[in-house]
């Protein structure tokens, strides 16, 4: 292990949904400086969501820059110390660019827009499998969510990414090809790559070859021209170019975060994390083999540590809306000042009070798969308050994920899951929203088994380091497994009878009923 008298640093890129953010790392994988920054969601139609690109490519390198002040103020040398960068970002966000001017042909379309509702229905019918007619190449259904769909909606809809692509100047790239390709020297010769968890993610890749599948190409008429190169999770890829802060450092770790979150986690086969962030997201390491869902679930990679290594695939559970209703709760109703707020309020009263809240804002993922979808609060009362509201919208994360993890358990069966030495199936749990004790709580309650949440919670930005310090030699596979980085857990164990558990998920279930079909409602 690298270490002894040299100060040894990696870092990780962890560009998500609502902010990005920077953290270094020292040879321990303990974090020792980081910045955050929030940027602007564009809604320019009702279900519509995107980013600009050039704002996203912005914030990190001043986060980077932000990041080296705060280590410098630490007395950390990571300037001299940093041997490799890893990137972790939101998935299937879609960007076109041009290859000669490096500009963006149009906003990125991020992973929650539903504006290709009409695309999927069209190819739904066209098709001879329907609405699961890839689903044994690439591992997942066709639906809004993936970056497929939204490359065919800025192909027929915008004029100059009809026009790039004639005339072979366009690039396709979810969020992490744009930031490689922006880091490693964007039109003066930027890598043009993804790596093999994000590409499972388009919709275009075979997931047992780990390469853009042919025949969905040509039935899609997507050029494969436009598409990057897909590489391993942990390799080197390129170096930092010399207008971003660290020039000349390796980049050599790229992952999905959620794939990244299960890294960070240290998930082998049989092992579930569920990360809260803007939505939610369940991953189960199925192994070297990838698991069909009979239940509503996405086949996927899980990580694959290097060109020559073996590819642990997942099965995943995706809910659109998770941290996303709390932001709701703060910025379009007012409810709360902060998003910490929300646990105070839930606490002002002891149970939802027959309220359920269905956060279809752009209709349902999994087990679901209903972009018909809307949101409702139901079972209101005069006696009903905001503490009521507050609390069922911190329980409808947690029915969510009970959705996923039903499913899993159905799908991956008794064998498929590592039990603890007590008999139990246990949840590891991660991302922002977990420091809320009562959601974990919750959690634990309404899923009858135990959840557990690291000391750092920010496992997806270590995961993306843990990736890029493999490929650099900072650390060995087995020094990352064996648990480099353990650290006190907080396990959070049910308390609510199986009567009460089952009772609560009848209702749940009647609530997500009544979400259905409500699309049409806005017209």
């Not at 705060?70 to 970002?89: E, P, S």
């Not at 039935?219 to 010399?242: D, R, T, Y």
């Amino acid at each position: 292990m690298a270490g002894g008298g040299e100060e040894v640093y990696v870092a990780a890129i962890d560009q998500g949904t609502t902010s990005t953010r920077f953290i270094v790392y020292d040879h321990h994988a303990k974090p020792v400086a980081s910045h955050q920054l929030e940027f602007k969601q564009h809604y320019p139609e009702a279900g519509w969501v995107e980013h600009d690109p050039m704002e996203i490519i912005e914030t990190v390198k001043v986060c980077m820059k932000e990041a080296v002040g705060k280590a410098k103020d630490g007395k950390y040398n990571v300037v001299a110390g940093l041997k490799a960068i890893g990137i972790t970002n939101q998935r299937e966000t879609t960007v076109m660019w041009s290859k000669s001017t490096g500009r963006p042909l149009y906003n990125a379309i991020v992973w929650m827009d539903a504006r290709t509702s009409p695309v999927c229905r069209r190819l739904e019918s066209e098709l001879s499998g329907g609405r699961t007619h890839f689903v044994e190449t690439c591992g997942l259904p066709i639906s809004t969510y993936f970056s497929a769909l939204k490359l065919l909606w800025l192909m027929e809809n915008v004029d100059a990414v009809k026009d790039a692509v004639k005339t072979g100047d366009a690039l396709f790239g979810t969020i992490d090809t744009w930031l490689i390709w922006n880091l490693t020297g964007g039109v003066a010769g930027g890598q043009h790559v993804t790596d093999c968890s994000n590409a499972s993610r388009t919709m275009l890749m075979n997931l047992k070859t780990l390469d853009w599948d042919k025949p969905t190409l040509d039935v899609l008429g997507v050029p494969l021209e436009i598409l990057p190169k897909i590489i391993s999770n942990s390799e080197k890829i390129g170096v930092v170019a010399k207008e971003f802060p660290f020039a000349g450092v390796p980049i050599s770790g790229c992952l999905g975060d959620q794939h990244a979150a299960m890294l960070g986690q240290l998930c082998q086969k049989g092992e579930a994390k569920s990360t809260y962030g803007t939505g939610a997201f369940i991953l189960l390491n199925t192994g070297e083999e990838p698991t069909q869902s009979s239940h509503g679930l996405l086949s996927t990679i899980a990580y694959k540590l290097g060109p020559t290594a073996p590819t642990n695939y997942a099965l995943e559970g995706s809910i659109a809306i998770a941290g996303a209703a709390v932001q709701w709760l703060r910025d379009s109703l007012g409810i709360i000042q902060s998003a910490a707020e929300i646990e105070k309020l839930a606490e002002t009263v002891p149970d939802s009070g027959g309220v359920y809240f269905v956060p279809a804002f752009n209709g349902l993922f999994a087990p679901w798969w209903r972009d018909d979808a809307r949101g409702i609060c139901i079972g209101i009362t005069r006696f009903t308050n905001k503490g009521h509201i507050a609390r069922s919208v911190l329980e409808s994360m947690c029915f969510q994920v009970n959705d996923v993890l039903s499913s899993m358990h159905k799908d991956a069966g008794e064998a498929g899951e590592v039990k603890s030495a007590e008999g139990e199936f246990l949840l590891r749990v991660d991302g922002g929203a977990t420091v809320n004790n009562l959601l974990m709580q919750i959690q634990a309650d309404l899923l009858g088994s135990p959840v557990v949440r690291p000391a750092d919670i920010e496992t997806t930005a270590l995961g993306a380091a843990y990736a890029a310090g493999l490929a650099a030699g900072v650390w060995t596979k087995e020094q990352v497994f064996a648990g480099l980085h353990k650290e006190n857990t907080t396990a959070f164990r049910p308390k609510l009878d199986e009567a009460h558990r089952k009772k609560r998920a009848d209702s749940w279930y009647k609530a997500v009923s009544r979400s259905f079909d409500l699309a049409d409602l806005s017209l």
